[in-house]
C-alpha cells in the first residue's frame, strides 16, 4: 500500500470518516552546511522524494486528535502549553500551540499520519511531521502565513514545545525545498537561492547510506555543541559566528584560549566558507568538483565539531575507496546517514564497498539508495 493510501486507511480507521485533504511534506538530506544553521550561518539542503502524508479533516469535538500507522490510538487534546502533550504527539501539539502563539486561529482537526522517511536517521522525519501538518492547519483554516515565515513557525514548536534546541535548516527544507533544486538558504535573513542541481544530466547521483547508527537530538551532546558555539562568539565579540570572515579565521582562533571552542568554532567558520563554495560550483554547473568540499565537511565534523560515530566514518571512507567524488555524514550527527556523489553508474558497486566495510567491523548492514531532489510541503 502506498503511504497517501496507508494515511487515508488511517483516518477511516481511526475516526469512521473520509479526510477532507491529504498533505503531504518531505524530509531531507543535507548537501553541506552542517550545525551552522544556529550561527546564523548557510546551508544547503535538498527535499528528499521519501514524505510525511498527513490526512486531515475538521473535527466536530473542537480538540486535536492526532494517530498515525504506528500508534494507531488517537492522542487528543484541546488548548495546550509547552508540557501539556509529550512523546510524538507533542511534534503536533507544539505546532498547534505555535500557531496560536504567533496570533492565528487554528482549526481544530483530526489528523491520521503515514510516513516512508526512515525515523531517527538524520533525514528529518521530525521537520517533515511538523511542515505536514503546520502546511494542512494553515491551508484548512485559511490563515495567512506566507511561506518565509513557516519555517520558523515550525522550529518554535521544535524548540519549545518538544524541547529540542536545533537550529531552521530542517524545517526549512521541508517547506521551502523546490524539486531538482537546492535550497541555499542564510539562516540570519532568511533569504533563499534555488540553486539547479542536474546530477542526472551530468551523469552523477548522491547516494545515500543510512549508517543505521542510531541518531537522537534531543540528547545534550547537540545542546553542547551549540553552547559551545554561543561561548565562541561571546568570546570574539560577535552576534553569531557567521560574522567571523573566513579571512580572519586565524586571528580569531588564537583570540580563543580554549581548545575545543577553538575547533568547534573552526568548524563553523570553515563550513560557512564550504557551503559558499559549493553554491558558487553549482552555479556554475561544476557539480562534480563540489566532491572535496563534501569531504572536508566531513573531516571537520570529525576532527573538530566531533559528531561523527564510527558507522559513518567508515561509510564515508568506504565509499571514498570505491571511488566516489566526494563523501560525508548529513544531519545532526552521532549516527545518521553518509552522502556520497558518485558517477551514476557506480551506485551498486559503492553500496556493495560500504556493506563489505561495515561487514569486517561486524557492524549491523547499512541501507543504501540513491537521492533525488524532491518537491517541499504541499496539498496533494
Ligand atoms: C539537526 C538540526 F535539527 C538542524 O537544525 C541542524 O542543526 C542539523 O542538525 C545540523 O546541521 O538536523
Redesign the pocket.
Known amino acids: 500500500m502506498s503511504i497517501i493510501s496507508a494515511a487515508q486507511a488511517a483516518f477511516t480507521e481511526a475516526y469512521g470518516t473520509e479526510p477532507a485533504g491529504l498533505w503531504a511534506a518531505p524530509g531531507r538530506v ?1 548537501l553541506i ?6 550561527n546564523d550561518g548557510f ?1 544547503l539542503p535538498f527535499a528528499l522524494p521519501q514524505r510525511t502524508i498527513a490526512a486531515v479533516g475538521p473535527a466536530p469535538d473542537g480538540q486535536w486528535s492526532v494517530c498515525s500507522t504506528l500508534a494507531p490510538d488517537p492522542v487528543t487534546f484541546g488548548v495546550t502549553e509547552p508540557g501539556a502533550v509529550t512523546g510524538w504527539g507533542a511534534y503536533v501539539a507544539g505546532i498547534v500551540w505555535a500557531l496560536q502563539d504567533a496570533g492565528f486561529e487554528v482549526p481544530p482537526v483530526r489528523i491520521a499520519l503515514a510516513s516512508d522517511v526512515p525515523l531517527g536517521s ?1 533525514l ?1 522525519s521530525s ?1 517533515a511531521l511538523e511542515s505536514a501538518v503546520l502546511t494542512a492547519l494553515i491551508d484548512l483554516g485559511g490563515l495567512d502565513v506566507p511561506l518565509e515565515r513557516r519555517p520558523a513557525i515550525a522550529q518554535r514548536a521544535e524548540n519549545v514545545y518538544v524541547g ?1 534546541p ?5 524545517q526549512s527544507a521541508s517547506i521551502r525545498c523546490q524539486e531538482g533544486r537546492a535550497l541555499f538558504l542564510d539562516c540570519r535573513s532568511y533569504q533563499i537561492e534555488q540553486i539547479p542541481f542536474d546530477l542526472d544530466g551530468q551523469g552523477l547521483a548522491i547516494l545515500v547510506i543510512n549508517s543505521n547508527a542510531p541518531h537522537q ?1 534531543v540528547d545534550g551532546e ?1 545542546g553542547a555543541r551549540r553552547k559551545s558555539c554561543e561561548a565562541a562568539a561571546e568570546a570574539l565579540g560577535v552576534k553569531a559566528l557567521r560574522d567571523v570572515a573566513t579571512a580572519d579565521l586565524a586571528g580569531a582562533l588564537e583570540k580563543l584560549g580554549d581548545d575545543v571552542l577553538r575547533r568547534r568554532a573552526r568548524h563553523i567558520i570553515t563550513e560557512n566558507q564550504r557551503v559558499l563554495d559549493t553554491v558558487e560550483l553549482l552555479r556554475a554547473g561544476r557539480v562534480r568538483e563540489i566532491g572535496p568540499l563534501l569531504t572536508a565537511s566531513h573531516a571537520s565534523m570529525r576532527d573538530d565539531f566531533e559528531i561523527t560515530v564510527d558507522q559513518v566514518d567508515t561509510a564515508v571512507q568506504a565509499a571514498l575507496d570505491a571511488g566516489a567524488h566526494g563523501a560525508r555524514m548529513t ?3 552521532f549516527g545518521g546517514c553518509v552522502l556520497a556523489l558518485i558517477d551514476a553508474d557506480r551506485a551498486e558497486a559503492t553500496a556493495a564497498a560500504v556493506a563489505d566495510a561495515y561487514r569486517k567491523k561486524e557492524f549491523s548492514a547499512p541501507t543504501s539508495w540513491v537521492a533525488t531532489a524532491g518537491p517541499g510541503a504541499t496539498r496533494l
Open positions: 543535507n552546511g552542517e550545525h551552522t544553521d544556529y546551508v538524520g528529518s521537520a529540542a536545533t537550529g531552521i535548516l530542517d537530538h547537540y544531519g545532526g550527527g
